[in-house]
């Protein structure tokens, strides 16, 4: 019987592997015209985000996280679009320049800890996955939660933790954070945040609607344990004119 | 048996389907406004009111056969409505539309199409048997056009009174089932023999009436899960919903929004917009409040005086540092309770709050009033439920004024509130509350920041209109300005600041962490510390708008800055929108669809309304041309005559009914009584004068047309022009009359314009039912057609030259029409 079987498994095999790494070829190639698509909008803000392009290892990393894992099968032909996508509770998974801007912003060291808020699909979890040495993420809605943690278990992205609960409180027991990112709504920048985050440490929160990205505040906790936040403007747009 | 000069046309029937037509077009505004956003909702209403175009279209090509089968066409109509009343509302609710994806993904725009198309059928259905009925009794078109007007009328009134009692799935049951009673009278009156020969047999008759009572019991009997509302699930209410054991604590509805209270006990809410990080505490456990699913404020669950604690680290604590001795203060636009509450921390003794919405007092006074510890607090607290302009006329004097955060929203931060007009914001506005000052009191604004700065900016612009208005000659020396991470407090003084109040205001800033943007004595490394921007732009914006010369006011600044920051007026009153026209290129190709979020969605939704209403209208009016019978005398010089008349007399009619909705907003103080009012008054007094003409034309010969027309036309230019120049100081003297008072002003203002303002659309109608009756349905559609591009270009108007601007409009447009007609009545001579 056994014998029986291998030989089934090895013929189901040979028809269908060679289909699936077509389209595991398809998204890698997707993959790349993402990062060029990405590279394109960081030169064309340069001005405003400060630099002419992201961290190398940022875009590694982008390169090699399998995005369309991420978002609902009927969406795979466009995870690699530049654009945000529905992950359903009403919840979406940033366009990718946001998320690699995010993660740039953060300036990612191998031995840091990061705390995120807001797991939501794991994307920007699994990415930052690729460049620190842990990841606590939570979330407050409970089946998003579950399924994201489902999927980045299997997926086999052992540095992050999570976990369902108020991320307005952080993560006390694993606190203080080398960096903080912030992605859901919130009328203030929450105090035991900036008291978990490490002195010389950073926060990211991006401002705006589900679909559309405003502007993004850096929250900088210098060594003397100083908060200043920062805006900046995913865009090049600026209101001045003339004189000003 | 009845010939056609003695018929009586369905009456009762047309009456009870303008009213039930004009109420379900105002449902599904609120309905959509609850599931999608108000912007997406006007839109998609705007564009399903061209039914009464397609009707006027397809009547003009079959209209021989309708005529022919009148009695049944009529009454299928009726029931059609009824039906499609609910049907299409069900079926627009099953369609997966998500307004925020609009930009990104292209099968949305499907969708929207399929909306429309649905929730064109309703109005269709209505148009159709009106017009038909017009055509049908074409004797008597102005009475049944008057009939028209009064139900439409009656309808408004009818339905803000129905969504005061029922919930809205109950009303929309109501007006499907009356829509099918309109046939079931209309069948009463074509069996009595009092109507037109009929084309039923006792048996069809029989069988048509069974049909109506089983489609009025199925209505009645849809199952409620069917029309339960399927919010967006992008909206605030529904992810808030989604939290492990968050529930609905209270819910209510009234004809301007929905009103939620959630409670999320595992995962509390914390709203405390713009909180410093130096608080040592944040907010303590809240309720959540929502308007039509979004729109958050919270209610504070009080405990003690250390629960308040947090609001002294919110940049609207600044004013309360900075008067020395504050004992009264008031509150404009309380809502629920939050300033109320900031103002009891500093042991403000005498608080009078304005809010206009008594649902959202009612919460913390009554259903969670224990909840929110509204009896340490009533002793001192007056909350009136009018408008801030409203109370602003009184002749009380306070320390301090306050407006804005804590508690409000951010929604206008991205632009959906673009299109709402606010008379709260306004020069003239802040000149009313600067009057209400004491000798050293405090003006304070505080207002959600966005990126890049605009609403800020225009404030500033504003206050300082108004400070030079009231006769401040130096205002500069008596603004302080700061800003948190994402609220701004603009500080106004009817006196320069002291240098006490200065270091106040200073030592409050570096205690906080907040920012200056405007003090007196300010340098520019003081304006970009601790929360930093691209450009200390609040402090540069300050800076030009203060230094122009007096007679420049803010002029290059404003000029030249890419959002539209110039003061909002009371001509003006969008003081929520920034679009510039100027700047549209640069927003257009900015990448990743990012220029959206550099204009907001509401005026590019308007925009969009507008093409589409346009492109349609232009299908709708000319393609019935290509089926109309057409002879020598018809030439295309005569038709075009026609379609500039009718219209010109449709833009006309809603640009000053719109605007009428705006000056009586300042009136009545309610925008919920001012449409009430203004849409109830112009349409009966409208349908009025329909009858006027009806009655002139049956007693006197076809010569008194040109007559009525002229006058008519003469005495709306001339009134018209009266209430631009007059309305302002009317409204001044009538705003603190007693409520009733005010409505029977504003009854009897509308009164002789609106009367006047029903004769040109029968006349028209009737000069083509001398010359040309085939193509009264086609006039008929144009109209509607018009109806529905006049409300978008009034807003589109008024938003550049004001809404006295856009009555002048209509005043040329009234005399275009006019000499058209002309045209026409010279050319049938």
């Known amino acids: ?48 985000i400060n630099k002419k392009s992201f961290n190398d290892i940022v875009m590694q990393a982008m390169d090699v996280v399998p995005r369309h894992e991420f978002v609902p099968q009927n969406l795979h032909s466009q995870a690699y679009e530049n654009r945000p996508l529905s992950i359903g509770y009403g919840q979406t998974i940033s ?45 407050i809605i409970e089946e998003l939660g579950n399924s994201s943690t489902r999927l980045l278990d299997r997926l086999g992205y052992g540095n992050i933790e999570t976990r369902i609960a108020d991320g307005y409180n952080g993560w006390l027991q694993h606190a203080p954070f080398d960096s903080i990112i912030v992605t859901a709504a919130i009328s203030h920048i929450p105090p035991p945040l900036v008291q978990q985050l490490k002195k010389g440490g950073r926060m990211v929160i991006p401002v705006g609607s589900r679909f559309q990205t405003q502007y993004l505040t850096l929250v900088d906790k210098d060594m003397q344990g100083n908060v200043t936040t920062r805006q900046v403007l995913p865009v090049s747009f600026v209101p001045f004119t003339g004189g000003h | 048996m009845t010939d056609n000069q003695t018929a009586t046309p369905p009456l009762v029937s047309i009456f009870i389907l303008s009213a039930a037509a004009l109420a379900y077009e105002v449902l599904l505004i609120r309905l959509f406004s609850i599931i999608h956003w108000h912007h997406f909702a006007f839109m998609v209403i705007s564009l399903a009111l061209l039914g009464y175009g397609v009707s006027g279209s397809l009547i003009t090509v079959f209209r021989r056969w309708l005529l022919d089968n009148y009695d049944s066409v009529f009454i299928a109509n009726t029931l059609l409505f009824g039906i499609t009343s609910i049907l299409c509302y069900i079926a627009v609710q099953q369609l997966p539309f998500n307004a925020l994806e609009i930009l990104w993904d292209s099968s949305q725009w499907q969708r929207l199409l399929l909306s429309y198309l649905l929730l064109t059928l309703p109005f269709f259905f209505v148009a159709n048997a009106i017009a038909l009925t017009m055509m049908r009794f074409h004797q008597k078109i102005a009475l049944v056009y008057g009939i028209d007007l009064i139900g439409a009328g009656i309808g408004a009134v009818s339905i803000m009174a129905l969504l005061q009692i029922f919930s809205p799935d109950v009303v929309l049951r109501i007006l499907g089932i009356s829509g099918i009673a309109a046939g079931l009278f209309a069948m009463g009156l074509f069996t009595s023999g009092l109507s037109a020969p009929g084309n039923l047999s006792k048996r069809q008759k029989q069988i048509t009436a069974s049909v109506l ?48 209270v959630v409670q999320s006990p595992l995962i509390p809410f914390r709203h405390a917009p713009g909180m410093s990080l130096q608080s040592p505490k944040g907010p303590p456990e809240q309720l959540a409040v929502f308007r039509d699913g979004d729109e958050m404020t919270t209610i504070d669950h009080v405990t003690d005086r250390a629960s308040l604690e947090y609001y002294d680290y919110m940049s609207s604590a600044l004013p309360y540092h900075v008067h020395s001795l504050p004992q009264n203060t008031l509150i404009l636009g309380s809502a629920t309770g939050a300033q109320i509450l900031q103002a009891h921390l500093f042991n403000i003794s005498q608080i009078d709050a304005v809010e206009p919405d008594r649902q959202l007092s009612l919460l913390i006074t009554d259903q969670f009033a224990d909840y929110y510890g509204w009896q340490h607090l009533e002793d001192k607290v007056t909350i009136h439920t009018t408008s801030s ?34 008379y709260d914001y306004t020069v003239e506005a802040l000149q009313s509350y600067l009057k209400l000052l004491a000798p050293d009191g405090l003006l304070s604004i505080t207002l959600w920041t966005s990126t890049p700065a605009r609403g800020n900016l225009k404030l500033f612009a504003t206050a300082v209109s108004a400070m030079k208005n009231s006769g401040i000659i130096h205002p500069e020396n008596n603004i302080a300005w700061i800003r948190s991470w994402n609220t701004a407090t603009l500080l ?48 540069l914006a300050a800076e030009s708008l203060l230094k122009q010369p007096p007679d420049q006011f803010g002029g290059r600044f404003i000029h030249e800055y890419k959002y539209d920051i110039k003061p909002a007026t009371d001509n003006t009153p969008y003081f929520n929108h920034y679009f510039r026209w100027s700047s549209l290129e640069e927003f257009l190709s900015l990448p990743g669809q990012a220029g959206i979020s550099m204009i907001g969605v509401g005026y590019p939704t308007l925009l969009a309304t507008l093409a589409q209403s346009a492109v349609a209208a232009f299908i709708l009016i000319l393609l019935p041309l290509v089926f109309v019978r057409t002879d020598k005398k018809e030439d295309a010089n005569k038709r075009h005559n026609i379609i500039i008349y009718f219209l010109a007399i449709g833009l006309a009619f809603l640009f000053i009914e719109i605007a009428f909705i705006q000056k009586f907003t300042l009136i009545l103080s309610q925008p919920l009584y001012a449409v009430a009012v203004t849409l109830c008054a112009f349409l009966i007094f409208s349908g009025l004068g329909s009858l006027y003409v009806q009655h002139r034309m049956k007693t006197e010969s076809n010569a008194i047309i040109p007559v009525i027309l002229r006058r008519s036309v003469i005495l709306i230019g001339l009134i018209t022009v009266c209430y631009v120049v007059l309305l302002p100081l009317i409204s001044s003297m009538i705003m603190s009359l007693p409520e009733t008072a005010r409505i029977t002003s504003a009854f009897i203002l509308a009164a002789p314009l609106a009367f006047v303002m029903g004769m040109p659309f029968p006349i028209g109608l009737a000069t083509l039912q001398r010359t040309r009756p085939h193509l009264i349905p086609w006039a008929w559609g144009i109209n509607g057609c018009a109806s529905v591009l006049s409300a978008i270009l009034a807003v589109l108007l008024a938003i550049d030259i004001g809404f006295n601007g856009v009555m002048l409009c209509a005043v040329v447009l009234y005399f275009t029409a006019w000499l058209s007609q002309t045209k026409i009545l010279s050319e049938n001579e």
């Open chain 1, 95 to 139: 366009q990718p320049y946001i998320v690699a801007l995010m993660t740039d912003l953060l300036q990612p060291e191998p031995d840091q800890h990061v705390l995120e808020i807001g797991t939501g699909s794991g994307y920007q979890a699994a990415v930052l996955s690729q460049l620190v040495a842990k990841i606590y993420s939570i979330e």
């Open chain 2, 492 to 539: 106004i003084k009817n006196t320069p600041l002291t240098a006490k109040e200065i270091h106040n205001v200073r030592s409050f800033n570096q205690s906080r962490s907040f920012d200056l943007a405007w003090l007196p004595g300010i340098e520019q490394h003081e304006a970009n510390r601790f929360q930093q921007l691209q450009e200390p732009v609040f402090y």
């Open chain 2, 389 to 422: 302009r409203g109370f602003a006329s009184s002749e009380k004097n306070y320390d301090l004024v306050i407006m804005g955060p804590p508690g409000a929203s951010a929604g206008g931060s991205v632009g959906v509130h673009a299109l709402s007009t606010s």
């Open chain 2, 213 to 260: 009572l089983m489609c009025m019991f199925a209505i009645a009997m849809t199952p409620q899960k069917w029309l339960d509302l399927r919010m967006s699930e992008y909206k605030g209410l529904a992810q808030t919903l989604l939290i492990k054991d968050a529930s609905l604590r209270f819910q209510h509805t009234s004809p301007v929004s929905q009103t939620d």
């Open chain 1, 1 to 48: 019987m056994s014998v029986r079987y291998i030989i089934i498994w090895v013929f189901v095999q040979l028809i269908f592997v060679p289909g699936a790494l077509a389209i595991a070829d398809e998204y890698t190639l997707q993959r790349k015209q993402m990062i060029e698509g990405i590279a394109d909008d960081v030169r064309k803000t340069a001005e405003h």
